[in-house]
Nanobody, 112 residues
């Protein structure tokens, strides 16, 4: 079982930046991919970015491409999401997720 704890959310003005962190603990060795999802009020969950834990290959949703950067620190079991040029439509609860369907509790990001 893997535990995921997100942090770094908050309120920011449009155009600003935030950095989300996800601390993973437990048996993480067979998690080959980690990702950030988000869910805005009244909308379905959306995959934002993902990263292969071995190769470091990344993928971004079109809505965040060139604004968000996903990264990882395998030694520290940490996942990050650097968010820049934030827009009001980025407002959502952001979740850290593994390819084995482990989910964190989420962290709120509000852009006004």
């Amino acid at each position: 079982h893997v535990q995921l704890v997100e942090s770094g959310g908050g309120s920011v003005q449009a155009g600003g930046s935030l950095r989300l962190s996800c601390a993973a603990s437990g048996y993480t060795y067979n998690r080959n991919c980690m990702a950030w999802f988000r869910q805005a009020p009244g909308k379905e969950r959306e995959g934002v970015a993902r990263i292969a834990t071995g190769s470091g290959n990344t993928y971004y949703a079109d809505s965040v491409k060139d604004r968000f950067t996903i990264s990882k620190d395998n030694d520290k079991n940490m996942l990050y999401l650097q968010m820049t040029k934030l827009k009001p439509e980025d407002t959502a609860v952001y979740y850290c997720v593994t390819d084995k369907a482990d989910w964190g509790q989420g962290t709120q990001v509000t852009v006004s």
